[in-house]
């Protein structure tokens, strides 16, 4: 059974920095691309970034570039996201995605964890 | 990509059709899924690749077009079919999704 449990989350204040943690089970990690997505409270789905299965290729939406960093470590099948920066905008429910072969959606997904950017 | 979705919202009854919408800004492949959210839930998969539906999703789910317009089309509508429904596509490494149709069955 697939299995995507993110951890991380915490209430920091703007400008802090947190990062977030995604184990992957079920799975042969290291087969494929991962990805973060984000919700807003009361919100839509917002792609916020992702990373081939090699980490040779990461790409991140306008609004993080610069300030997130996605990485993975295909030994410990985890994912990660680092944030920098925070703004009180990334509060939001993050969620890690694993993306079908052949880019076929993301097929599976965690169950989130809150970030909170507060003073 | 902006993916434009339509109606944002939609009332129907238990076993009516719903036709939802996505309009994207440009065309760049055919990379287009279709995603089912409940209340306190992750998104579902339910269609990639535009008409491919994912395991384990029934047949009264479809999804169509090309180009720049898509669309998810549900028939015998149930009462847990209430949700919310996002389109997303991908150009290059960029993905995008659309806003969501809140699909009400009552």
């Known amino acids: 059974e697939v299995q995507l449990v993110e951890s991380g989350r915490g209430l920091v204040q703007p400008g802090r920095s947190l990062r977030l943690s995604c184990a992957a089970s079920?799975?042969?990690?290291?087969?494929?691309?991962m990805h973060w997505v984000r919700q807003p409270p009361g919100k839509g789905l917002e792609w916020v970034s992702g990373?081939?299965?090699?980490?040779?290729?990461?790409a991140y939406a306008d609004s993080v570039k610069g300030r997130f960093t996605i990485s993975r470590d295909n030994a410990k099948n985890s994912l990660y996201l680092h944030m920098n920066s925070l703004r009180t905008e990334d509060t939001a429910l993050y969620y890690c995605?694993?993306?079908?072969?052949?880019?076929?959606?993301?097929?599976?997904w965690g169950q989130g964890t809150l970030v909170t950017v507060s003073s | 990509i902006v993916l434009t979705q339509s109606p944002a919202t939609l009332s129907l009854s238990p076993g009516g059709r719903a036709t939802l919408s996505c309009r994207a800004s440009?065309?760049?492949?055919?990379?287009l899924a279709w995603y089912r959210q409940k209340p306190g839930q992750a998104p579902r998969l339910l269609i990639y690749?535009?008409?491919t539906r994912a395991t384990g999703i029934p047949a009264r789910f479809s999804g169509g077009g090309s180009g720049t317009d898509f669309t998810l089309t549900i028939s015998s509508l149930e009462p847990e079919d209430s949700a919310v429904y996002y389109c997303?596509?991908?150009?290059?490494?960029?993905?995008?999704f659309g806003q969501g149709t809140k699909l009400e069955i009552k």
């Open positions: 690749d535009a008409f």
């Open positions: 990373i081939s299965w090699d980490s040779d290729t990461t």
């Open positions: 995605a694993k993306e079908g072969l052949t880019g076929g959606g993301f097929d599976y």
């Open positions: 440009q065309s760049d492949s055919s990379y």
């Open positions: 997303q596509q991908r150009s290059n490494w960029l993905y995008s």
């Open positions: 079920g799975f042969t990690f290291d087969d494929y691309a």
